[in-house]
């Protein structure tokens, strides 16, 4: 136990050199009344500890112990357009003087239901929500309203959320378990747990019961996996000659892969499909849309879809300056993207390279996932034989060197992100996969 103290043994490693005392007091003080000490589970993993930040700018983070970082992790995904992006302050302080919440209709959520609408590609009609996990959980619901049907198909490794039902066949599980403690097994009892890039696996899972079939349509949760050649147009057309709806589950691809998402990027167009994260820049928003006729069992009441919070004033304002920005300077966004997303995945590998370490990275566009392999990671199986013990430990070594990145392997990038940035970022890399690499050699913590 280090002279802070810790409350955990899996925070107990030699920190105190490289700064992060303030972040250490802060998890112990956190621990004394903060359930686990973090505020969503996800966070505990970060070594040496659990970091609190104070600030953050465009692509830059400060912690509390004033130590500075380049920023890939993002929120987890949220901050597409960078820490407080200027158009969406602007567009949340006129709303803060204006009501933050009418318990009635006002006229933001028309204005981002229509910026919805024609930026995804096969959106007709749309509906709110706050979280990801919630909007998967309407998106079900609308597909059984619409087909009469109860069963859902998803995915071995896609990540929907954290309820009940599609808590199973999470990243780094091989069966259909409750992925945690306190989890109602029955709950996911109408649900199939298949194999993703698999057609034959899909044909033999749709039987005429099947409502949903809901995917990731390039699986980043589990390895930043893109869709083989003609996958989804086989969904498309298997979904829909079993008359079930196919859901794409786009929480991380939305706004994030293209405009359009990953139905835009990849050129199939599901019926119903799952937004956040980068819907809400930062803001707590999403959103289920999809086809006027699926998406009619709510505009009939067939299924009744509430929510004290859903398109709050404040969000939806914050959403729609988000989707405006994204919409209005595609062309310049969108390009950025792809570039800074391949440089840095670019400057991972070739650094790890140089430094002897089995370094994988997958990257799409914006996303990417990086694992310690010695072989390449293409699919849900090779995710369970790679090294996340020795990931985690290269995060922790990218920590030190002033690059925050989520230790389980999801990397992201925004449109903040600068040439500087990745310069920086570049000569992190190279020393962070040195030294990796020797406390790997060395045997140190495997
Ligand atoms: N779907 C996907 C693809 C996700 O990545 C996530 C969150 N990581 C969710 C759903 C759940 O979203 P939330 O955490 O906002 O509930």
Redesign the pocket.
């Known amino acids: 136990m280090s002279q802070e103290g810790s409350v955990s043994g899996e925070h107990e490693a030699d920190h105190t050199s490289h700064g992060f005392q303030r972040s250490m007091a802060q998890f112990e003080r956190a621990s004394r009344s903060l359930a686990g000490g973090v505020a969503t589970a996800f966070r505990a993993a970060q070594q040496p500890v659990p970091v609190s930040f104070t600030a953050g700018h465009g692509s830059r983070l400060t912690d509390v112990d004033g130590n500075g970082y380049v920023d890939y992790a993002l929120g ?2 949220p901050m597409l357009l960078g820490q407080s992006p200027e158009p969406v302050l602007a567009a949340v302080r006129r709303q803060l003087d204006r009501g933050l919440g009418y318990g009635a209709s006002h006229e933001l959520e028309a204005e981002l239901a229509e910026a919805v609408c024609r930026t995804v590609p096969s959106a007709e009609l749309c509906v709110f929500g706050s ?6 959980h309407v998106a079900i619901r609308i597909a059984r309203a619409a087909t009469g049907r109860n069963r859902v198909v998803k995915f071995l490794g ?5 309820l009940d039902p599609v808590h199973v066949g999470i990243p780094g599980q091989t069966g259909k378990a409750p992925a945690t403690g306190g989890q109602d097994p029955e709950a996911s009892a109408a649900v199939t747990v298949c194999r993703w890039n698999d057609e034959e696996a899909l044909a033999a899972a749709l039987g005429n019961d099947v409502a949903a079939v809901i995917m ?1 349509p390039a699986a ?2 589990v390895g930043a996996f893109p869709p083989a050649p003609g996958y989804l147009e086989r969904a498309r057309e298997l979904t829909a000659r079993a008359g079930a709806v196919l859901i794409f ?5 939305g706004y994030r892969l293209a405009l359009g998402g990953a139905q835009q990027r990849f050129g199939v167009r599901p019926d119903l499909t ?1 937004l ?2 980068a819907l809400g820049a930062g803001f ?1 928003i ?1 959103a289920v849309c999809g086809r006027r006729d699926v998406m009619a069992v709510v505009a009939d009441h067939r299924v009744s879809h509430v929510g004290t919070f859903n398109a709050n004033p404040v969000c939806a304002s914050a959403a729609l300056a988000a989707v405006t920005e994204l919409e209005r300077r595609a062309d310049v966004h969108y390009p950025h993207l792809e570039s800074v997303g391949t440089a840095f995945a670019q400057s991972l590998r070739s650094g790890a390279e140089a430094a002897g370490l089995p370094l994988v990275i997958n990257q799409i566009g914006a996303a990417a996932y990086g694992f310690v392999s010695d072989q390449p990671v293409r699919s849900h199986e090779d995710a369970l034989a790679a090294r996340p013990a020795d990931y985690r430990r290269f995060a922790r070594a990218l920590l030190e060197e002033g690059v925050h990145v989520i230790p389980r392997g999801l990397l992201y990038v925004s449109t903040a992100h600068t040439t500087a940035d990745l310069d920086e970022t570049r000569d992190a890399i190279t020393k962070a996969a040195a030294r990796t690499a020797e406390e790997l050699e060395a045997g140190d913590g495997r």
């Not at 979280?131 to 998967?136: I, K, L, N, Y």
């Not at 896609?158 to 954290?162: A, R």
């Not at 589950?249 to 691809?253: A, L, P």
């Open positions: 987890f995904g979280t990801g996990s919630e909007a998967v896609h990540y929907h959320g954290w990731e980043i949760n589950d786009e929480v991380i691809t799952v956040g994260k707590p999403s």
